[in-house]
């Protein structure tokens, strides 16, 4: 009785080449070794066969999982998507799948150590994480595990950490210019948590803004949310409402979902924006041009964002040892019916 | 020299029970077989250890890898996110890891299969699918590989599949009472893809209503879109307005992005709505009620539909060869600002 053969041999002695040289045209991160013409065939008889690698059992080879985790915030957010969608498509051209975790408005600090551990205890080869606190365990923990990783959207106090971000300082003062320009003096903020660079960092981009004017941030009018969702934006701005009523024409705030927030509360203080108020919001979530009224806002690039990550990722993988430098994304302001002119209200 | 003790056997000695229980305690879906007292101390033990199952290695030896897919046929849907998120927390509390595939807009028919053949190799357990095509190709293929699988949102003729859809034909249904309640006559219909279950059900639903109303559902006023996105319901509107401009007074939809796109071409048109026309869309997704105008439209309660999904494979991944029914919920309408009395208009 002959012992029949595996997948690859099968190939290749239908091809008529070494086995190896199947694997090299198999594995899409070796396959350029090969000629194209090789590669074709190969390709041609692989597909006749109906042959499928196996990623576990190549796993447990070549210690590699050929997954990636992508850590998310809030799926739900619209923002959110794009970026995953753009990921997605950068790394299966690469032949690894992405496993998605959802840590669902980061409403639990338990949430993401249980997410690390499941992703690690799958073996993935290397994590994206939209999801890091300025002070991460994520991040210290990636590093003694020796896991290749990269910030996007978020990132660390430590610079040696890889990232994609937005000039979030660059992004609020755009917004400020505009508000400025159409007359508000008196601006209040609703910011994000403190514990995110993109919370804290938009919030120093404010307050620099406003000293650029020589206007002052006065402490009552700048005020901070616990999460970046619209019930926070709300609850925020009821609160700032009661307290410094009418003493501000516009608001600045550091998300759309908390800009929402915001209209929820000015139309229960029965104020209309923005002939009464004036509002902004961060990101250019998708259908941010929809809503009543469509939101001045700051548009990142978000495609572009998880592309890159993506990138940088692929070459830590390939060499952990590598300096990668972070990418910083700049911010668009896209003026739309939330501001209006001083001279209007 | 003495051998290390592996993880199990090390936890096993130190809590004093034989390494079978401890690998129960460890695996989520026996754990139960152990009292509870034993099962904490087992896990506290783990924990002090560090002690991370390795599911790649689990999975070869049990032929499980504890990973279900998901294809999902849009993510940057809102209805999506929630499903997604639904189905997630769904199948982790059981122990799996949820594989995430975005068919992107069912842009290619390349993709599903793609998609597939890239999930088989990664061994999931089962699969949900939300992409089905009424004729899919991806059925026969879980059928032929025995991969346990439930249909999610969209089904196929086939009514030996499992699946969780909504009641289309009753959504429409409902709607066309609200517009006719309305005092509208002239009904227009635009529709999604035939060759998706939720799209032939919707359209018939259309036209089975207006029949029982003793309405003509005339041929040049019911059209389908070839994709369930802002851009289809846009361009098909368009046409319709051109071939047949005033000659309905309402447009029911086949789901909410379509009615988006539908507000798009009544104001290219410089038709207002509710006032000239009124719009339905299908679905209630996330901010259906901040457009402007809000949609009027029908709920399906997608946290319910993800966790009824996902209650149904795991029944099929325990006992596949169980018969398990399919499940049909039923939608909800929601009156917003699209659609006004006809007097009005």
Not at 31 to 34: C, E, K, Q, S, Y
């Given at each position: 009785?002959?012992?029949?053969?595996?997948?690859i041999k099968?190939?290749?002695?239908?091809?008529?080449?070494?086995?190896?040289t199947?694997?090299?045209?198999?594995n899409p991160?070796t396959?350029?070794?090969?000629s194209d013409e090789v590669?074709?065939?190969?390709?041609k008889?692989?597909?006749?066969?109906?042959y499928?690698r196996?990623?576990?059992?190549?796993g447990?080879k070549?210690?590699?999982?050929?997954?990636?985790?992508v850590?998310?915030?809030?799926?739900?957010?619209?923002?959110v998507?794009p970026?995953?969608?753009?990921?997605?498509h950068?790394l299966?051209?690469?032949?690894y799948?992405?496993?998605?975790?959802?840590?669902?408005?980061?409403?639990?600090?338990?949430?993401?150590?249980?997410?690390?551990?499941?992703l690690?205890a799958r073996?993935v080869?290397?994590?994206?994480l939209a999801t890091?606190?300025?002070?991460?365990?994520?991040?210290t923990?990636?590093?003694?595990?020796?896991?290749?990783f990269v910030?996007?959207?978020?990132?660390v106090?430590?610079?040696?950490v890889t990232s994609v971000v937005n000039n979030?300082?660059?992004?609020v003062?755009l917004?400020?210019?505009?508000?400025?320009?159409l007359?508000?003096?008196?601006?209040?903020?609703v910011?994000g948590p403190l514990?995110t660079?993109?919370g804290?960092a938009?919030?120093?981009?404010?307050?620099?803004?406003?000293?650029?004017y020589?206007l002052?941030a006065?402490?009552?009018?700048?005020?901070d949310?616990?999460?970046?969702?619209?019930q926070a934006?709300?609850?925020t701005?009821?609160?700032?409402?009661?307290?410094s009523?009418?003493?501000?024409?516009?608001?600045?705030?550091?998300?759309?979902?908390?800009a929402?927030?915001?209209?929820?509360?000015?139309?229960e203080?029965?104020?209309?924006?923005?002939?009464?108020i004036?509002v902004?919001?961060?990101?250019d979530?998708p259908?941010?041009d929809r809503?009543?009224p469509?939101?001045?806002?700051?548009r990142i690039?978000?495609?572009?964002?998880?592309?890159?990550?993506?990138?940088?990722?692929l070459?830590?993988?390939r060499?952990?040892?590598a300096?990668i430098?972070s990418?910083?994304?700049?911010?668009?302001?896209?003026?739309r019916g939330?501001?209006?002119?001083?001279?209007?209200?």
């Open positions: 009785m002959t012992k029949p053969l595996s997948g099968q190939i290749a002695q239908r091809a008529g080449v070494h086995a190896s199947v694997s090299r045209v198999l991160r396959r350029a070794l090969v590669a074709a065939r190969i390709l008889i692989a597909e006749s066969l109906r499928t196996n990623p576990l059992a190549v447990l070549t210690r590699r999982s050929f997954t990636v985790g850590v998310v915030p809030d799926l739900t957010n619209p923002a998507p970026l995953v969608r753009a990921v997605q950068t299966e051209k690469e032949g799948v992405t496993v998605l975790a959802d840590a669902d408005s980061d409403s639990n600090p338990e949430t993401e150590r249980a997410i690390l551990e499941r690690r073996q080869d290397g994590l994206i890091a606190l300025l002070k991460s365990e994520i991040v923990a990636c590093q003694e595990w020796n896991l290749p910030l996007m959207n978020r990132t106090s430590d610079p040696s979030d300082v660059q992004g003062h917004v400020v210019d505009h508000l400025v320009q007359g508000h003096r008196k601006v209040a903020y910011g514990n660079s993109t804290r938009r919030r120093q981009g404010f307050i620099a803004a406003l000293k650029a020589r002052k006065r402490e009552e009018l700048v005020v949310c616990s999460s970046f969702t619209v934006g709300l609850a701005t009821r609160e700032l409402l009661r307290t009523k009418h003493s501000f024409t516009a608001i600045v705030s550091a998300n759309d979902l908390l929402l927030g915001i209209y929820d509360a000015l139309a203080a029965g104020l209309a924006c923005p002939d009464d004036s902004t919001g961060y990101n979530m259908f941010a809503f009543n469509p939101v001045t806002t700051l690039d978000y495609g572009q964002m998880g592309v890159q990550a993506s990138q940088l990722l070459r830590k993988m060499d952990p040892d300096q430098s990418v910083r994304l700049e911010p668009l302001l896209v003026v939330s501001t209006a002119h001083y001279g209007k209200q």
